[in-house]
């Protein structure tokens, strides 16, 4: 024992050692000024974005005030944030520059703690169960976090227990490398004391934009207003407050970067066991405890606002109109990229979304068009398929003379149509890819049960295969259909216009009527 107890004493030893010759430690975890530039996830199209942990990064720029030791010193900068990407980390306005830097990513929890004490003592508080007296023992933690916690007592190899009473782990202190928030730590010189404004720029991952639509059709069919959202989510466990915040709209080259840890820190997950010592089970062990009931649902994700002048309200309660009186986010140019700048500073807060208005047209025009695609099917006299419905689409152009001209990022857009009976209803939601002015703008609303299709196969020939197409409009008003072909056509039927490439029969079908063409693709 006394062996040990040397060998424990010469290894402490060895471990202080380095902490005496330790540089001057300045922690800095007050910022005087953030601004937040977020890009979108590259490789997610038009899709939601991923609120457990965003696809997207931003380039966050941080000012602060910090007072500095002559000669060498350590500079930790705290709270940055947690998806920061270190080595693009850049520091001005220290006297000397940067010799080092360091991202410190182990962050306190109570799983840190188990971890960083493995092989180590630490001091265990029980209360008795039989006389509700309160004892504390040295122990040696030698295994954890992941679900059960075993050390050592003088009683032998235990288990963590579950007893109901009052029980705990104390710690002599908390490890030098566990960190309450993010930190990034950089080493410097200097040739005195002095204070200085230092400037913090990196990328950080874990964030991510998009723009959310509101379309509101009119009671007249043919006109409709667009509000939009600029909807910014921050996965990451650090907050941004009265942030001077961008989004950047387009795809800028960035390759990939290493996966960084995500989401909160891990929890540390304890298996129950009984009160007693490990040895005195057999050797199956003992069933594990049934899982926890799922937290129940809630309304709108914590940490979701929607900023509008004067006032904030959850995200689940905004009205379909668009607000009286709102922050606009202002757009500008960035090269061949689209900048919105917030023009008044706003919190981005960890764990939670943002959202600003964007964009606020009232009057945009558009065109209702039903539409199909033919594909082909090899002859079958008993093939039968029946009506197919149309897919009902919004269609305008992206031009001032139709109510929009602005670019329009891509995003998620939620459809509603007013009613005199019943106010808005919601139609349909639809995703919407990166448009430019002048571009067309196509809204899916999803299938009709009125304006309905059917294709009929007849006998091929050697190079022919003949085919016939009957649309029928249940309405009582009449609709514009679209039949796509993408083959190669005998002939050029009556109707048949070039969309986009493709052969398109383009017809008005009659209020509660009907319309046919006849038509045949070559095939060979």
């Not at 030098?176 to 230092?198: E, Q």
Request: glycine residues 10%; proline residues 8%.
């Amino acid at each position: 024992m006394r062996r040990i107890a040397i060998l424990i004493g010469l290894m402490a030893a060895a471990v202080l050692a380095p902490q005496a010759q330790a540089q001057p430690l300045v922690e800095s975890d007050r910022i005087d000024a953030v601004s937040v530039t977020v890009y979108r996830d590259p490789g997610r199209g038009e899709g939601a974005i991923d609120d457990d942990w965003p696809g997207g990064y931003a380039l966050i720029t941080e000012t602060r005030t910090i007072t500095i030791p002559a000669g060498r010193s350590v500079i930790r900068f705290v709270g940055v944030s947690q998806g920061m990407m270190p080595e693009t980390a850049i520091v001005t306005g220290l006297p000397q520059g940067v010799n080092e830097k360091n991202r410190d990513a182990r962050l306190l929890s109570p799983a840190a703690l188990i971890d960083a004490y493995l092989k180590r003592r630490v001091t265990i508080r029980r209360t008795s169960r039989a006389t509700g007296k309160v004892t504390e023992g040295e122990a040696v933690i030698q295994s954890g976090p992941g679900g059960g916690v075993l050390f050592s007592t003088a009683d032998g190899v235990e288990a963590l227990r579950c007893s109901g009473l009052p029980e705990g782990i104390s710690y002599s202190g908390v490890p030098g490398d566990l960190s309450a928030k993010p930190t990034l730590s950089v080493v410097t010189d200097s040739a005195a004391s002095v204070t200085v404004t230092v400037q913090l720029s990196y990328l950080a991952q874990g964030l991510d934009w998009q723009a959310n639509y509101v379309a509101e059709v009119a009671e007249d069919g043919k006109s409709m207003s667009l509000f939009a959202w600029l909807t910014i989510v921050n996965g990451g466990s650090q907050g941004f407050a009265n942030a001077g915040t961008n989004a950047v709209a387009g795809a800028p080259n960035k390759e990939d970067s290493a996966p960084l840890p995500n989401g909160p820190a891990p929890e540390l997950h304890l298996q129950c066991w009984p009160m007693d010592i490990t040895s005195t089970h057999p050797s199956w062990g003992m069933p594990v405890p049934p899982a926890p009931p799922p937290a129940p649902m809630m309304m709108a994700p914590a940490g979701d606002e929607i900023i509008v002048t004067g006032s904030r309200r959850e995200a689940a309660m905004f009205d379909v109109a668009s607000p009286v009186a709102v922050v606009v986010a202002e757009q500008e140019e960035l090269g061949d990229l689209k900048l919105y700048r917030i023009p008044e500073p706003v919190t981005v807060a960890a764990q939670g979304r943002k959202q600003v208005a964007m964009i606020d047209r009232g009057n945009v025009r558009f065109e209702r068009v039903y539409a199909a695609e033919f594909d082909a099917v090899d002859y079958d006299p008993d093939y039968a398929p029946g009506s197919e419905p149309a897919t009902r689409m919004l269609r305008t152009e992206n031009r001032e003379a139709k109510g929009l001209g602005v670019p329009l990022p891509a995003g998620q857009v939620a459809v509603f149509e007013r009613t005199a009976s019943h106010g808005s209803l919601l139609l349909a939601e639809a995703d919407l890819r990166d448009l430019a002015i002048g571009e067309e703008v196509e809204l899916d609303t999803g299938e009709s049960p009125e304006v309905r299709y059917e294709l009929i196969a007849r006998p091929p020939g050697k190079r022919r295969a003949p085919y016939r197409v009957r649309v029928t409009n249940a309405r009582g008003t009449p609709e514009t259909f679209e039949f796509a072909i993408p083959y190669r056509l005998a002939g050029k039927p009556a109707g048949i216009v070039e969309r986009k490439g493709v052969k398109t029969w383009r017809v008005t079908v009659p209020a509660n009527g009907e319309a046919v063409l006849d038509f045949a693709i070559l095939l060979r």
